[in-house]
């Protein structure tokens, strides 16, 4: 009679560890696409916050701030850290520039591309969100909404 050993032989385990590495080739791609999606969605969603914050400050004002901080723009934003210039937020970089009573611009450029991908994005008092695929986005940039 045989006497049998058990558990997994060699053989067996690195078809198994082949087998797992083949699905992650897949997997991995696929994952960090959705998370510069979602860095994409998340600093379009910041940025109409945003213009919703220079629109409510003009409503109240009847102009636009003259310096964007948080004693300007506090009260006219959920997150208080929103509030300064510029900030740094799920892989995108923000700048709001205020050029006078009735000029404003916010732009939100990736910090990198593995993190926000190579969509640059743009908005200012005309309210119309922009954006452009590898250069800085501007006022003439292909509109979004």
Do not use: C
Not at 19 to 38: C, D, E, G, N, S
Not at 82 to 90: E, K, Y
Not at 118 to 138: I, P
């Amino acid at each position: 009679m045989r006497n049998r050993q058990k558990g997994f032989t060699l053989l067996e385990l690195l078809i198994v560890v082949a087998i797992i590495m083949i699905l992650a080739t897949f997997a991995v791609p696929y994952a960090v696409k959705q998370r510069i999606q979602a860095n994409q969605a998340s600093a379009v969603n910041d940025l109409r916050v945003l213009r919703d914050a220079m629109e409510a400050y003009r409503a109240d004002h009847n102009r636009y701030p003259a310096s964007f901080d948080r004693n300007t723009m506090g009260a006219f934003l959920s997150n208080p850290n929103m509030a300064v210039s510029p900030f740094t937020r799920r892989g995108y970089i923000f700048n709001i520039s205020t050029a006078g009573r009735d000029t404003w611009h916010a732009t939100a450029e990736p910090a990198s591309p593995r993190s926000g991908g190579t969509r640059y994005y743009f908005v200012d008092e005309s309210n119309l969100l922009r954006w452009n695929d590898g250069a800085a986005a501007t006022a003439t940039s292909e509109p979004i909404e």
